[in-house]
């Protein structure tokens, strides 16, 4: 089948969603343009900060355009390229979108309370305790992840096959990627200057934000830097301290804008590519409902695919920051919504991508999804005439920004669930090791300082449960959401069935990799230090889960509809 007609097939319905479910949800709960909204009722200049729609857009896109949507529809495609499409927008429509949506919704219309809060308001104390602890352990995995990719991309050298450390073939490109990156923050931060001082809107705003965009992609690939992956460690946590701690408008949101414009920039010109192109898709279409090395099709397919359909971590982005500075009501479709439905159409593109690339017999390509995707890419800018280092440099740096723009938004949201972890309703009269605690500065550096010792003992041995730990996150939130929506006399009969399809997905696929665990100590082949550390983790996660859904089943069952005054 031709890769361009699933391109369009895919962008029809994400479009189709958006303006009528999407539209028919916001009518439904009730969107109230003249309403007061957290960013301006509680206005900081720090977190809580007024910001036209585009700018919340560009935040919520880029932070939660991770890794995810490339590497989950990618690696998912062992089972065929028809059920990853088809899970991807069947998910991305009536999951995900959904759940960001409802996510930030929720927490807008209750003063921008973070998903633990909401919890402990609709369904209890002990509720949000557990899950503002699983939230932080989250961000710390996300973190070790993150920042470990992140300076991978950019590590100039290699080890070869004699254990000798030389410079790399993709040095010169690895690091005009990593300069690339240091300026989009220090233009950023330029451009949140102008911003702010010149109040700059519309073609205004876009036209500076793109000359802050080309000029550090300019420059940058002029100057690379040469530096191995644990410089790049050092550079990419100092980064995200001052991410996490610096007022949303001087570094984070212009960065994100200027990287939605690379980002759209990406998309756009795949898709020309594609329609230049028209490539087969040489995927097979379904492989079966068993693949020997990633397990069944459920629930893996579900979990694999994770953020280009339905994500957790969305909902911590939508509660943490995205609704503290949404200035408008009516933005909020745009910003939840719309931003996950366009993250879906990066996966299919993605999964494209990859089709393209395998072999006539429906081999899949060497490298892994983040190689096959970028070097695909950059293969179609080139069509164009584009100088083949000027595309290498810009797909590595806009693979490496997937990852740090998620990156720096975690920091900020793992910096927040600390604090909230200890904080209470009268702070000013807290005891003195509260009030240290969830001081910004040291929560940020207690929370980056476990997260870098996470990359340096092996996060990756607890890494396989990240998918089932973030589908969870989503069932969680959903069960929140419909708790919620019911006591202030909204409709949320359109949540039921996602939260049952995500409890069901998590807890088969953690029940199975416990069984997988058991058997592997009973056979003598387990390392406790891998299998031992992820077998104690899924088990937490399926008790935490079951604390969680019993609680809140309890509360959505006795709680009256419409108990609640509507806010």
Same mark, same amino acid.
């Given at each position: 089948m031709n890769t361009l007609v699933i391109v369009l097939i895919a962008a029809v319905l994400l479009t189709a969603a958006y303006a009528f479910y999407g539209r028919w949800l916001s009518k439904k709960w009730g969107i109230d343009p003249k309403a007061e909204t957290p960013a301006h009722k509680f206005e900081d200049g720090q977190d809580y900060v007024p910001t036209d729609g585009w700018t919340v857009f560009s935040h919520q896109f880029s932070s939660i355009a991770g890794a995810g949507p490339v590497t989950g529809a990618i690696q998912a495609a062992v089972f065929g390229w028809l059920p990853v499409l088809l899970w991807v927008l069947i998910g991305g429509i009536f999951f995900g979108a959904v759940t960001d949506f409802g996510a930030l919704y929720a927490s807008v219309k209750n003063d921008g309370k973070s998903?633990?809060?909401?919890?402990?308001?609709?369904i209890g104390k002990l509720g949000r305790k557990l899950f503002l602890i699983f939230c932080w352990l989250f961000t710390l995995i996300v973190i070790a992840a993150f920042a470990d990719m992140v300076a991978g991309t950019f590590n100039a050298y290699t080890v070869d096959a004699n254990g000798?450390?030389?410079?790399?073939?993709?040095?010169?490109?690895?690091?005009?990627a990593g300069t690339i990156s240091l300026l989009f923050i220090a233009f950023a931060m330029i451009f949140g200057l102008l911003h702010k001082h010149l109040h700059l809107t519309g073609w205004k705003e876009t036209v500076v934000g793109l000359i802050c965009t080309v000029a550090a992609l300019a420059i940058g690939m002029t100057m690379p830097i040469t530096?191995?992956?644990?410089?790049?460690?050092y550079i990419t946590f100092v980064y995200i301290f001052f991410a996490a701690v610096l007022p949303m408008w001087l570094l984070k949101q212009p960065r994100d804008a200027m990287t939605t414009y690379m980002f759209i920039g990406m998309i756009a010109g795949a898709v020309v590519g594609l329609l230049v192109a028209h490539p087969a898709m040489n995927l097979p279409v379904f492989t079966g409902f068993h693949n020997d090395q990633l397990g069944d099709l459920f629930p893996i397919l579900f979990?694999?695919?994770?953020?280009?359909? +339905? %994500?957790?971590?969305?909902? /911590?982005?939508?509660?943490?920051?995205?609704?503290?500075?949404?200035?408008?009501?009516?933005?909020?479709?745009?910003?939840?919504?719309?931003?996950?439905?366009?993250?879906?159409l990066l996966a299919v593109l993605a999964l494209c991508v990859a089709g393209a690339a395998a072999a006539a017999d429906g081999t899949a390509a060497v490298g892994t999804p983040f190689q096959i995707f970028s070097s695909g890419v950059a293969g179609l800018l080139e069509m164009f005439g584009l100088p083949i280092y000027v595309a290498q440099c810009f797909m590595t740096m806009c693979v490496s920004a997937l990852a740090l723009t998620s990156l720096d938004a975690v920091a900020r949201i793992g910096r927040m669930s600390f604090q909230e972890l200890f904080s209470v309703d009268n702070m000013e009269n807290a005891e003195g090791w509260r009030k240290f605690l969830?001081?910004?500065? +040291? %929560?940020?550096?207690?929370? /980056?300082a476990f997260g870098y010792i996470l990359t340096r003992v092996g996060y990756s041995n607890i890494w396989p449960l990240f998918g089932s730990a973030n589908q969870l996150?989503?069932?969680?939130?959903?069960?929140?959401?419909?708790?919620?929506?019911?006591?202030?006399?909204?409709q949320n009969k359109t949540l039921i069935v996602p939260c049952v399809i995500m409890l069901c997905v998590t807890f088969t696929a953690l029940v199975q990799r416990t069984l997988a665990l058991v058997n592997a100590f009973s056979a003598g082949t387990a390392v406790f230090m891998v299998e031992g550390l992820q077998l104690i983790v899924a088990i937490l996660l399926m008790v935490l889960g079951v604390i969680i859904v019993v609680t809140s089943g309890k509360e959505l069952l006795n709680k009256k509809a419409g108990s609640e005054a509507r806010a």
């Amino acid at each position: 089948m031709n890769t361009l007609v699933i391109v369009l097939i895919a962008a029809v319905l994400l479009t189709a969603a958006y303006a009528f479910y999407g539209r028919w949800l916001s009518k439904k709960w009730g969107i109230d343009p003249k309403a007061e909204t957290p960013a301006h009722k509680f206005e900081d200049g720090q977190d809580y900060v007024p910001t036209d729609g585009w700018t919340v857009f560009s935040h919520q896109f880029s932070s939660i355009a991770g890794a995810g949507p490339v590497t989950g529809a990618i690696q998912a495609a062992v089972f065929g390229w028809l059920p990853v499409l088809l899970w991807v927008l069947i998910g991305g429509i009536f999951f995900g979108a959904v759940t960001d949506f409802g996510a930030l919704y929720a927490s807008v219309k209750n003063d921008g309370k973070s998903m633990g809060l909401l919890i402990e308001k609709y369904i209890g104390k002990l509720g949000r305790k557990l899950f503002l602890i699983f939230c932080w352990l989250f961000t710390l995995i996300v973190i070790a992840a993150f920042a470990d990719m992140v300076a991978g991309t950019f590590n100039a050298y290699t080890v070869d096959a004699n254990g000798v450390i030389a410079l790399s073939d993709a040095a010169k490109t690895n690091g005009a990627a990593g300069t690339i990156s240091l300026l989009f923050i220090a233009f950023a931060m330029i451009f949140g200057l102008l911003h702010k001082h010149l109040h700059l809107t519309g073609w205004k705003e876009t036209v500076v934000g793109l000359i802050c965009t080309v000029a550090a992609l300019a420059i940058g690939m002029t100057m690379p830097i040469t530096l191995g992956k644990d410089g790049w460690t050092y550079i990419t946590f100092v980064y995200i301290f001052f991410a996490a701690v610096l007022p949303m408008w001087l570094l984070k949101q212009p960065r994100d804008a200027m990287t939605t414009y690379m980002f759209i920039g990406m998309i756009a010109g795949a898709v020309v590519g594609l329609l230049v192109a028209h490539p087969a898709m040489n995927l097979p279409v379904f492989t079966g409902f068993h693949n020997d090395q990633l397990g069944d099709l459920f629930p893996i397919l579900f979990v694999t695919v994770a953020c280009g359909a +339905v %994500s957790g971590f969305h909902s /911590l982005v939508s509660s943490g920051t995205s609704s503290k500075t949404v200035s408008n009501e009516k933005d909020m479709l745009k910003v939840g919504y719309g931003a996950m439905v366009l993250e879906s159409l990066l996966a299919v593109l993605a999964l494209c991508v990859a089709g393209a690339a395998a072999a006539a017999d429906g081999t899949a390509a060497v490298g892994t999804p983040f190689q096959i995707f970028s070097s695909g890419v950059a293969g179609l800018l080139e069509m164009f005439g584009l100088p083949i280092y000027v595309a290498q440099c810009f797909m590595t740096m806009c693979v490496s920004a997937l990852a740090l723009t998620s990156l720096d938004a975690v920091a900020r949201i793992g910096r927040m669930s600390f604090q909230e972890l200890f904080s209470v309703d009268n702070m000013e009269n807290a005891e003195g090791w509260r009030k240290f605690l969830c001081n910004k500065y +040291v %929560s940020t550096i207690i929370t /980056l300082a476990f997260g870098y010792i996470l990359t340096r003992v092996g996060y990756s041995n607890i890494w396989p449960l990240f998918g089932s730990a973030n589908q969870l996150l989503s069932a969680l939130v959903l069960i929140t959401l419909c708790v919620f929506l019911k006591v202030t006399g909204r409709q949320n009969k359109t949540l039921i069935v996602p939260c049952v399809i995500m409890l069901c997905v998590t807890f088969t696929a953690l029940v199975q990799r416990t069984l997988a665990l058991v058997n592997a100590f009973s056979a003598g082949t387990a390392v406790f230090m891998v299998e031992g550390l992820q077998l104690i983790v899924a088990i937490l996660l399926m008790v935490l889960g079951v604390i969680i859904v019993v609680t809140s089943g309890k509360e959505l069952l006795n709680k009256k509809a419409g108990s609640e005054a509507r806010a």
